[in-house]
Structures are given as C-alpha cells and as structure tokens.
C-alpha cells in the first residue's frame, strides 16, 4: 500500500468549509484514496472514495489531483459533530501481491469544529 | 439488521491469561482484519483473512493469533506472549479484498489486563 501523509490536527470553525489534505506520492496506478473518520472511543467510519476522478457523496467531496498525488477531503458545512480522526489511506484494487488485501491505516488528522 | 458485532464491550484479565475477542458479521463478507488502538494512536493492523480457512499477519502480529473457521466469524486471541495487551481492539470486514470495496467496523472492544 502506499504511504500517506497527513497533517497531524486541524481546527475549523462550525459552518465553515473543512478541507484536509492527504499526500500519497508513492501512490499506484490500481490504488484507490479512501477516507474514515473516527469519533472517540467508536469504531472508524466510511467517508468516500475514489480512483482519479473528484467523488461527492452526502457526507463529503473528494478532489483527488491530476497526477493522483495529493488528496482533499471536504466537508462543506462542518457541525461540532464532525469533530473526529480523519484518516486517508490508498489501498489496491486488486491483483496478486504481498500487500492484497491488506488495508493499513495512518496515523491520521485530528479535526476539531469549534463554535 | 446486518452488521459487525464485537464482544464484549470492555474485558479484563489477569496478566498471562490468553483471552479470546469475538467478532461476527452478517454482511456475507469475504474479507475480516483485526486491529489495535493506543490511546492517541493510529490503528494498527494486526492479522488479516480475505477468505475462510485463510489469514495473514499483520504488521504486529507478535503474541496473537486468530482462526476463520467460518466465513462471518474471525476470532482473536491475545495470548500470554503480548508484551502489552492493554489496548483498544477494532474488527472490521469487507466485501473483498479488491481496493474499490469499503470497510465497515464494529464497535471495539477495550482490553484491559492487570
């Protein structure tokens, strides 16, 4: 899998825009960026994902660079409940290899919303 | 309703007692991973099965061991060889092993040995 890189925290401010970046320069052709969250003391939880295009769900936006080293994960209007551990990992489609399969995390960003 | 379920929630142990941690899902998943948490800490992945009757180790996978008997089912035990067992342990499954598929976790358990 290939390492990623992330701020250690970040703070933002309730209603604003909340962007975190990820760098992932050693990132494969087949490895697609993923984003969790995790809220203290839960299990980590499924943000979005994507390959080379830029991704929108409910939750967040994705922007993924043109030469897929960098990513950004926004979250448009941040509440005090988005207040979590951001995490950014690459992890490969598929195929045979010493790494299949495995899906390793970061050490991640720890986003604060303040009032 | 379908999901990941650990248990139990919090465990104690007196220290050199192996202890067994339960995971189980009904998302007909092939992929299980097993994780640890430190406090402030990333996770840190542990072992890893993408299909029943098989699994792989982790990054630290030193004083554990697991099974994957059953396809829902990935057990972890924390044997008497783990230097420091006190942690916060995350299971979580996937669809498949292939990259475009998303992880779902259950909600830990915290291991406590005294």
């Known amino acids: 899998d290939a390492k990623t890189t992330q701020p250690t925290s970040m703070d933002c401010a309730e209603g604003r825009a909340a962007n975190l970046p990820c760098n992932h320069s050693t990132i494969s052709g087949n490895e697609y960026v993923y984003w969790y969250r995790q809220i203290h003391s839960q299990g980590p939880q499924y943000i979005i994902h994507?390959?080379?295009n830029n991704e929108t769900n409910e939750m967040a936006s994705l922007i993924i660079t043109e030469d897929r080293k960098s990513s950004t994960l926004i979250l448009p209007h941040a509440t005090l409940r988005d207040t979590a551990v951001y995490y950014c990992?690459?992890?490969?489609?598929?195929?045979?290899?010493?790494?299949?399969?495995?899906?390793?995390f970061g050490q991640g960003t720890i986003l604060t919303v303040h009032p | 309703d379908g999901g990941i379920t650990q248990s139990p929630k919090y465990l104690f142990r007196k220290e050199g007692q192996n202890v067994t941690l339960s995971c189980e899902q009904n998302l007909n998943h092939d992929a299980m991973y097993w994780y640890r948490q430190d406090p402030g800490q990333g996770l840190r992945l542990i072992y890893y099965s993408q299909i029943v009757n098989d699994f792989q180790k982790g990054d630290i996978a030193e004083g554990y061991s697991v099974s994957r008997e059953k396809k829902e089912s990935f057990p972890l035990t924390v044997t008497s060889a783990q230097k420091n067992p006190t942690a916060f342990y995350l299971c979580a499954s996937r669809r498949g092993a292939e990259g475009n598929t998303e992880a779902f976790f259950g909600q830990g358990t915290r291991l406590t040995v005294v």
């Open positions: 994507g390959l080379k």
């Open positions: 990992i690459a992890n490969p489609f598929g195929g045979e290899g010493t790494s299949y399969g495995k899906l390793t």
